[in-house]
């Protein structure tokens, strides 16, 4: 099969023919028809995650149709049109027992702990407790780009920021997860406020329901979103992982808000600062929000069915997977506006 294969960090990947999995006792192979390009796919070949194993094969946001199934897997056969979390619980342990999935201390994800799906064809472990049936009324595009930025946006707003219509959220960067996370929280009747230094991307945050923006290189960003809610946003989520957006997200709350960091925290700053005096004196919540388990994929999938989420709109561009080595490798210049996918994988 055809595949993107990197075999040093920040090396340029190349397109290779490579042989294809073979689904194991629990686990499906599935048929790539759409993948998209994420930034965590960008941190991964950059060696920022330590489990990726070289020579590797990055993708973990992906739709397609199951090519075979392992002999234990009892809810799936091959046909079946699905898309899948960018974590696969082990199904076993204290946490996949309680419904977290996410969470899972012996978790597997596409892209990472293995090889991933720009490729024509992936392997995914423990299917029948991770992956996600897909309707007819959404194409494989669209699909794709809830995998990780979507669904994960979905979950940190409306579960772990428990978001309530009327409320003010603070979004700080306008990337994949931070637009999705516009177009949710608006959908759920917050008032958003979308802060990035891009004015395109502002403007996008506000075809897409912000009621405000702010451009963090003209204004100073905690003044800024305490001055437009009368004091403070009641949920403040970092959809970037910075030091800057994490302390700002942390720091533009009001009494008793909750901030949900979202973006990952890596290459140095993992350990940020944050205003634990803040914290302290107006009761604060710190939440982390790390994907979300298949179970928990129905509500926003019914609110996509319904047209009330429509993160088709989201996607910028579909390509080719041998263009998915510029767009990869160019990720960390924050030039895209919007989700690319992969589409054409020319499948014999």
Partial sequence: MKAIVYEKFQQTPTLENVAEPTPSAHGAVIEVKASGVCRSDWHG???????????????????????????????????????????????????????????????????????????????????????????????????????????????????????????????????????????????MGARVIAIDIDENKLTFAKKLGALATVNATKVNVVEAVRDMTLGGAQVSLDALGSAQTCFNSVACLKPRGKHVQVGLMVGGENHARVPMDLVLAKELEIIGSHGMPAHAYPVMMAMIASQKLKPELLVSETISLSQSISALTQMGEFKSLGVTVIDQFHRA
Avoid at 69 to 93: E, H, L, Q, Y
Avoid at 94 to 107: L, T
Avoid at 114 to 139: K, R, T, Y
Avoid at 158 to 185: D, F, P, T
């Fill in 45 to 187: 070949w950059m060696g920022h995650d330590p489990e990726i194993k070289l020579p590797h094969v990055p993708g973990h946001e992906l739709a397609g149709v199951i090519a075979a199934v392992g002999n234990n897997v009892t809810r799936w056969k091959a046909g079946d049109r699905v898309t899948v979390p960018f974590i696969a619980g082990c199904g076993r342990c204290i946490e996949c027992a309680s419904g977290n999935h996410q969470v899972c201390g012996y978790q597997t994800q596409p892209g990472f702990t293995h090889w991933g799906s720009f490729a024509e064809l992936v392997a995914i472990d423990q299917v029948d407790v991770n992956l996600v049936a897909l309707p007819e009324s959404i194409n494989f595009v669209t699909a794709a780009s809830l995998g990780c930025r979507f669904a994960t946006s979905f979950r940190a707003v409306a579960q772990q920021g428990k978001i309530s219509g009327g409320e003010w959220i603070a979004i700080h960067g306008c990337g994949g997860v931070g637009l999705s996370a516009v177009m949710i929280a608006s959908a």
